[in-house]
């Protein structure tokens, strides 16, 4: 498809995905791609705009991440952030050298209104630095537009080049006026329409499905998961009888949550979706028997998984088309797009299942960032609080159970998590908290109850405020709430007479237990 798109040019800068969703949101379709990329590969994709982001190096060293000086003269803008600004100055003839002062934090950068860029922000405005290197000398036909006391080249344009280059980081919401200035650079120097939203983006996407399928048999793994469950409606809208979903349930979800998936998905739902669910929880359990190491566990639940799904798919006989939930950050993490280290590679994008018969995956959200699956599935016409549901791991309860798994283990941790989400929502705190859940710790210990000697588990309680999930800070929830919460679990949950909450960070700890 031929759409409108801005490029970012990744030089390893930890905030490369922020930068491409802000253009999105502000309705520019936006790609990421690692700065070894060749310049025919970028011209040939004909982008209305380039950004350069920031980095971890010094752009004058040796074997630093840099661009041939073409890039500059294609008559594309160009936008340099951070290292992407020192860069284009560097390659441009301008002097990079190491701050006197290095800069960090938010702070008060004087911008220069008559600068396309910042027409519309306000002459001092606060912007979010990180930098030890610094811009000593502009680029010969460069004007300098911004400063701080500190930073007397904060930023820089050459109009007629339609090259600009900015010292802070707009990306990040530290920076007040960041979109502004970013959504400046792609409608008032690119001179984009802004043809992104997601309306037209959905339409499209069933148009081309039904297209690229024909009268073909497409399967779909449904975990009742964001993302699966609106690349499976999307699929539905497009072939209607020609897809099936399969739900396994593995025993290790949420209280009452395969029936929540088959209410929605089922027969009597309100989508054509051939819903198959298998109950398998017994399976599973057997498999997980005895078993207690976290990484062990893992592989038996995925493994299992596979074998009850491939054995739904044979009794479908053939199928043409897989479809995956795959999404851009999954893409760009597997070291697809982007510079940024391969951080996990993905099962979505890595390893294909090879036990199913089929011509071609379909990967319908393979473009989209999580927010925009999110109102992808809104269109859709999918349940807000299935939309909005929080990030659930493929092994379910089963990393939340520390030690092995048994069903009464997963019956303890189900009714405190429940208990505990059904708090957080009646305190009002459930939009704000970016996730939270209960874990079966493995401990167990001494307590007292009626009189009596108690020797049960322990819950623990985790909750956490993160933007990307790749790092996260413990939430600081009220204590009246914590202290209704466990005074219910020990309560309402047989064999737990201890509440323990979780106060550490991602890093040193991760989000989940195993
Ligand atoms: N490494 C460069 C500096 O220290 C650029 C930093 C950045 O891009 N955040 O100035």
């Not at 339609?162 to 007040?176: C, D, F, G, N, R």
């Not at 997980?288 to 639940?301: D, F, M, N, Q, S």
């Not at 088309?321 to 795959?326: A, I, R, S």
């Not at 914590?482 to 550490?504: A, F, M, P």
Request: proline fraction near 4%.
């Amino acid at each position: 498809m031929n759409r409108e798109k801005i490029i970012v040019i990744d030089f390893g800068g930890q905030y490369n995905q922020l930068v491409a969703r802000r253009v999105r949101e502000s309705h520019v379709y936006c790609e990421i791609y690692s700065y070894k990329t060749d310049i025919e590969t970028i011209k040939a994709m004909n982008p209305k705009g380039i950004i350069l982001t920031g980095g971890p190096n010094s752009c004058y060293e040796e074997g630093a991440p840099t661009y041939s000086r073409e890039l500059f003269e294609l008559g594309i803008p160009v936008l340099g952030l951070c290292y992407g600004a020192q860069l284009m100055m560097h390659v441009l003839g301008g002097v990079v050298t190491k701050a006197p002062v290095r800069e960090y934090g938010k702070i008060e950068v004087t911008v220069d209104k008559s600068s396309k860029l910042f027409g519309n922000v306000s002459e001092k405005t606060i912007c979010w630095m990180s930098h030890n290197d610094y811009i000593e000398k502009a680029a010969d036909g460069f004007r300098i537009i911004a400063h701080t006391p500190a930073c007397p080249v904060a930023a820089v344009e050459c109009v007629e080049k339609k090259l600009y280059a900015i010292q802070y980081h707009p990306e990040v919401l530290h920076t007040q006026e960041g979109f502004k200035m970013l959504s400046n650079f792609v409608y008032e120097v690119c001179g984009c329409a802004g043809d992104w939203k997601m309306d037209a983006f959905v339409e499209n996407t069933i148009q081309a499905i039904r297209e690229k399928v024909g009268d073909g048999k497409v399967l779909c793994a449904l975990s009742g998961g964001v993302d699966s469950s609106v690349a499976a409606v999307m699929l539905a809208k497009a072939v209607g009888g020609q897809l099936t979903c399969v739900f396994v349930d593995h025993g290790l979800l949420r209280k009452n949550e395969g029936d929540e998936v088959e209410e929605i998905f089922g027969p009597n739902g309100n989508y054509d979706l051939n819903f198959i669910r298998v109950n398998a929880q017994e399976r599973f359990y057997e498999k997980l028997a005895g078993v207690t190491e976290p990484e062990a566990k893992r592989k038996i639940i995925g493994e299992e998984f596979i074998r009850v799904f491939e054995e739904e798919a044979k009794k479908i006989g053939k199928v043409d088309f897989l479809v995956q939930g795959t999404i851009y950050p999954d893409v760009v993490e597997s070291g697809l797009g982007g510079e940024s280290a391969v951080i996990k590679s993905h099962h979505n994008v890595g390893g294909l299942p090879d036990f199913v018969d089929f011509k071609e995956i379909i990967e319908p959200l393979r473009d989209l960032f999580k927010d925009e699956v999110r109102k992808a599935g809104l269109e859709l016409g999918i349940p807000e609080k299935l939309v909005y549901r929080q990030p659930f791991p493929g092994p379910g309860l089963g990393v939340r159970i520390m030690g092995e798994v048994t069903a009464e283990k997963v019956k303890i941790v189900q009714d405190a998590d429940a208990i505990y989400r059904e708090e957080i929502a009646a305190a009002g705190l459930d939009k704000s908290i970016g996730q939270y859940f209960a874990a079966l710790t493995n401990m167990q210990s001494v307590g007292v109850m009626g009189d009596e000697r108690t020797y049960d588990y322990a819950i623990a309680l985790r909750a956490v405020n993160t933007i990307d999930f790749m790092t996260a800070e413990f939430a600081e929830l009220p204590w009246e709430l914590l202290g209704k919460v466990s005074s219910r679990i020990v309560n309402e949950v047989k064999h737990v007479n201890r509440v323990l909450y979780d106060c550490t960070g991602k890093p040193p700890a991760t989000i989940e237990f195993e």
